[in-house]
């Protein structure tokens, strides 16, 4: 692999000092990061290099995604004005045609356009699996290494049907066993516990309204045994709450915790309705936190208690969330819509540029479990960077590079690495035809109408 340098950017690393280089530079040696600092790059690391100029750009880690539902790439714009439980039953017989191949195409889209907005890793819970649908998460994988992202996929479930008094329709659950062993093999057949792993596996039953108590405490047996992570929702709604309080006689704090569902290899997506108490162990147990802003807003959720979360010490990470409930599905912007978000709820100066880059790299890091590998430009990390245009017409003259990122429009990327290969160059994917990935999405959306 060809030396590369970038310099002449603004760097801001997001290592923990918060270290920041105007007109810096970053070295990138056999996919990791070999040097970081101020100035032109020292001539030791310039013989053979490939020299990227920085000039005008914020040079970043790659953003994480830590929550994301890519086969919805294919249902956008359906049930527009809904709360998130009559958006899912709408949408659940939809769903319940999706097979591989459709899944295939539609995580490749959304992929696509996630490394277009500076996500180098993402997060998928696939949780609905129909019989006969063929290898789902083979099909997302497949997708994931074609457009070159990381990917930290989980075989999501749900074994709660309406007979039951979960909120799915019967014909869109799984069978318990059938959950567990699924959830086993994709493990076993995908996860790559390495250092520089471009796929990761966790564990992910859906959620306390689609799911037993049965599969929830199994599950989390299950992944501590095959020593993977643990993921489902948790506290979006308020409807969740009144579902758990008339169901469980708990929050859904209690109610998971009861069923081994905190500690520091789980993570929930959403956390909109954490009280004080839940905030506490969250904290307590180092239980992640994937942060949607777009998708609570879409759906009327409402705004998480991010800064309430930090302050206690919980990690979050920055998330999409599944793109029938953001069509958008950049995650660049998500850094945007949590610093307004987060300040609508406690105040302007609660929620800097910089708080909002944080959870999107190095928070999203922690929350996945690999803020040893990835989410800060610190030496031997992995070279999954991101180098944003903030020189164009939109962006010329904002003062602050990171604001022209937090504030500003989502600038355009010169490049983007992930393991030091070039995926986005002059903000066009280089992986895949981008246009021949357009056409397919079009067509799979029109077939998977077709079938309902």
């Not at 600092?37 to 005008?56: C, I, L, N, Y």
């Not at 490394?115 to 998460?137: E, L």
């Not at 056409?439 to 309902?452: I, K, M, N, Q």
């Amino acid at each position: 692999m060809t030396r590369t340098i970038i310099e002449g950017g603004h760097i801001a690393t997001v290592d923990a000092a918060g270290t920041e280089h105007d007109g810096g530079h970053v070295v990138i040696e056999a996919g990791v990061i070999a040097a970081v600092g101020s100035g032109r790059a020292p001539e030791q690391w310039r013989a053979g290099a490939d020299v990227v100029d920085g000039t005008g750009t914020l040079i970043t880690p790659g953003l994480v995604n830590t929550h994301h539902h890519l086969y919805q790439w294919l249902t956008r714009g359906y049930a527009q004005d809904s709360i998130l439980f009559d958006w899912l039953t709408s949408l659940y017989p939809l769903w319940s045609r999706i097979d591989a191949g459709l899944t295939g195409v539609g995580a490749a889209g959304a992929m696509a356009v996630l490394a277009r907005s500076g996500c180098t890793t993402v997060g998928d819970h696939h949780y609905i699996f129909p019989k006969g649908s063929g290898d789902i998460v083979g099909s997302i994988v497949e997708a994931a290494s074609t457009v070159g992202v990381r990917l930290h996929a989980t075989r999501g479930s749900m074994d709660l049907g309406a007979s039951q008094g979960g909120l799915p329709p019967d014909f869109a659950v799984e069978t318990t066993d059938a959950a567990l062993a699924a959830s086993h093999e994709a493990v076993e057949r995908y996860h790559d516990p390495s250092f520089d792993a471009m796929v990761r596996v966790a564990v992910a039953p859906c959620s306390p309204f689609s799911v037993t108590a049965d599969l929830l405490r199994e599950a989390a047996v299950l992944a501590r045994s095959l020593g993977v992570r643990l993921h489902t929702h948790a506290s979006e709604t308020i409807e969740e709450d009144a579902y758990c309080a008339e169901n469980f006689g708990k929050t859904p704090t209690q109610y998971l915790e009861d069923l081994g569902w905190l500690g520091d290899d789980v993570w929930m997506a959403h956390c909109v309705h954490l009280d004080d108490r839940a905030i506490e162990r969250y904290a307590a147990t180092g239980t992640g936190v994937a942060h949607c802003p777009s998708s609570n807003g879409r759906l009327a959720a409402g705004i998480a208690p991010v800064r309430a979360m930090l302050d206690a010490g919980v990690p979050v990470g920055l998330g999409v969330d599944g793109a029938a409930s953001n069509e958008s599905g950049q995650l660049g912007i998500e850094v945007r819509e949590a610093v307004l978000m987060n300040r609508l709820r406690t105040g302007a100066d609660s929620f800097s540029v910089r708080d909002g880059l944080r959870i999107a790299t190095m928070g999203g890091a922690r929350v996945l479990g690999r803020q040893e590998e990835i989410g800060s430009l610190e030496v031997g990390k992995l070279a999954d960077i991101a180098v944003w245009q903030v020189d164009r017409v939109e962006h010329a003259g904002i003062i602050d590079p990171v604001a022209a990122l937090g504030l500003g429009a989502m600038p355009p990327l010169k490049r983007l690495f992930v393991g030091g290969r070039a995926v986005v160059e002059d903000a066009t994917l280089v992986t895949t035809d981008e246009m021949a990935l357009a056409r397919d999405v079009a067509a799979a959306s029109r077939g998977l109408a077709e079938r309902l």
